[in-house]
């Protein structure tokens, strides 16, 4: 694949080199650029949630720790409201076909020019670091490369994170095809995992201030769900002392007016019989700062106590999110889940009792457009997360190396470009004989119903629910199935 994007910015190629850009101004200390690239994708979680916080936390070990200067830039470029929100700039770069359906793939955030800008008024690098997040946002990265490496022949570039951790066959191939020495791909946590228990540093990013941060307190799980890569990522169980983690949000509230924490621990519950959480609760409670804290990735239900959902309010959480992904049992199987349908139902009683509130209290992740997923099966999880009271977050599933879904189904998109795999282009639909247009439409009756539980009652208008269409069908029948079986039970 030939990279010609050198082409649509406004700088020749061979203008780029060290001797025009790059600031005179010497330093006596290694000079550090770390580069969060902008992304390439259909939607982000704009707004919100996006933080590179792994980078963030080396950039941040590197300049409190070593003393290098280090230089960080941010690519998706967001701008910070007031009012608590953030905008991230899109531009439209491709309209794709999927089986009747256009997605738009975005540029989100700088310009590829802009970045350009941003690394020659900033000093000569000794280094680049470079982080990616999903293995499908490797696109930019490898624009970047090619960027610096125009720039600044001789300086060496690191890539890591995430995405090289799960596919590094495919970076490792190009930085060969390039013929690049000084380009290395790192596989798994940067110096033993050191950086997970830094603080992330918010100087690094004036002067665009997040009002918001993502935190950790903890790393690993000790379950195997059959399509998460965490025994991949974080194999090590790595605990911060909680009183490290209250003394950073106090710090970021007290001098970046940070209020809004997002927990990123992959089984925050799980820990020392979940000791270390309500530790962490309690000390959060102690501080006296209303902070909003949400715990975005998850946990395992069976593990929560009554204790720890009280606790969790008075903590400033108002939302839970739940790995529900189905409502059927062979799936659950599949999936190796470690929790019960009735691990779900004690906690809602415990959450409504103490200050969740119904509907929008508690959120169900759900896994959508799998291979041998039934449509069906996905709407009866969708009708069971609104009969429980929770409100439904279907996640269109992308395949990731290294996990036991990969295993029995990775050679069905072996040899693609990791960027095909993303969701939102249902990699999976033409093997399960489903057109994406079904599970758009699936999509849009959820929205639709979230609407109307929280806000207003819209409903999407191209969905016409009394129409023959798949989705429609199934719905109807499910429907009817329940109310069947719900009158058979003697429930009205
Ligand atoms: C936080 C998170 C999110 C957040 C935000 C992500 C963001 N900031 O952009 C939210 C909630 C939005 C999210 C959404 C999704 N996520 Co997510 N997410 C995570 C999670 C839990 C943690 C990542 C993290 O920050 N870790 C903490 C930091 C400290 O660790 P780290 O980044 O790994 O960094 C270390 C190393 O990688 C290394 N390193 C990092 N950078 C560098 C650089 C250099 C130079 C070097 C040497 C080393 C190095 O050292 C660091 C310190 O040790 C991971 C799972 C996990 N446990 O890691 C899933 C994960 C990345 N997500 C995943 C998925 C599936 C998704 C979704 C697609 C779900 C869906 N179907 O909607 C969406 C997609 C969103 C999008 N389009 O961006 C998958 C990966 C998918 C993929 N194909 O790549 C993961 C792996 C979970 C899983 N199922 O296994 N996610
Ligand atoms: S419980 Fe969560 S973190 Fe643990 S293996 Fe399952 S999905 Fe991954």
């Known amino acids: 694949m030939e990279m010609n994007f050198l082409k649509s910015t406004s700088i020749p190629a061979e203008q780029l080199t060290f001797k025009q850009y790059g600031t005179t101004e010497k330093s006596d200390r290694k000079i550090i650029l770390c580069i969060s690239p902008p992304l390439e994708d259909v939607n982000l979680f704009t707004g919100i949630w996006q933080q590179n916080m792994g980078l963030l936390k080396i950039a941040s070990y590197l300049k409190n720790r070593k003393g290098y200067k280090v230089y960080y830039i941010d690519g998706l470029n967001p701008e910070y409201r007031k009012d608590g929100s953030c905008k991230i700039k899109r531009k439209l770069i491709e309209r ?61 570039v690191v890539i890591g994170g995430i995405s090289p951790t799960l596919i590094p066959q495919w970076y490792n191939d190009w930085v060969k095809k390039n013929g690049w020495k000084d380009v290395k791909i790192i596989v798994g946590d940067w110096n033993k995992g050191k950086a997970k228990l830094e603080r992330t540093d918010f100087e690094l990013l004036k002067p665009h201030i997040p009002n918001f941060a993502m935190i950790a307190s903890s790393y690993g799980c000790p379950f195997r769900c059959s399509f998460c890569a965490r025994e ?97 049992e062979a799936m ?12 779900l139902y004690r906690m809602r009683k415990w959450a409504w009792r103490h200050g969740f509130k119904k509907h929008d209290g508690i959120s169900f992740y759900t896994l959508m457009g799998m291979p041998d997923q039934s449509l069906e099966s996905v709407v009866d999880s969708i009708l069971e997360c609104m009969k429980f009271g929770a409100l439904p977050v279907p996640k269109e599933f992308t395949p990731i190396p290294f996990t036991a879904e990969w295993e029995k189904y990775g050679h069905l998109v072996k040899g693609k470009d990791p960027f095909d795999l993303i969701g939102d282009f249902y990699p999976f639909a033409e093997y399960n004989k489903i057109s994406p247009v079904e599970y758009e439409k699936l999509q849009a009756f959820v929205q639709g119903e979230r609407k109307m539980q929280s806000y207003s009652f819209h409903f999407p208008k191209r969905l016409d629910l009394t129409s023959s269409g798949l989705f429609e069908t199934i719905l109807r029948k499910t429907l009817t199935g329940k109310a069947k079986r719900r009158k058979e039970h003697g429930k009205v």
């Open 96 to 156: 794709r076909d999927i089986g009747g359906i256009n997605k738009s793939v975005y540029h989100w955030g700088y310009s590829y020019d802009e970045i350009i800008e941003r690394i020659k008024n900033l000093p000569r690098p000794d280094k680049v670091y470079m982080s990616v997040i999903m293995t499908y946002h490797y696109r930019s990265v490898f624009k970047i490369t090619k960027i610096i490496k125009k720039i600044y022949p001789d300086v060496p």
């Open 232 to 328: 991949r990522l974080n194999c090590k169980v790595i605990l911060r002392r909680p009183e490290d983690v209250v003394a950073e949000m106090k710090e970021k509230y007290n001098r970046w007016h940070v209020k809004r924490f997002y927990f990123i621990d992959d089984n925050i519950a799980v820990h020392e019989k979940g000791a270390h959480f309500e530790h962490l609760l309690d000390l959060i409670i102690e501080s006296g700062i209303r902070f909003d804290c949400e715990f975005v990735e998850g946990f395992s239900p069976h593990l929560l106590t009554e204790k720890i959902l009280e606790k969790m309010h008075k903590a400033g959480s108002k939302r839970m999110y739940f790995g529900f992904e189905t409502s059927d």
């Open 332 to 343: 659950r199987k599949r999936f190796h889940k470690a929790h019960k349908l009735e691990d």
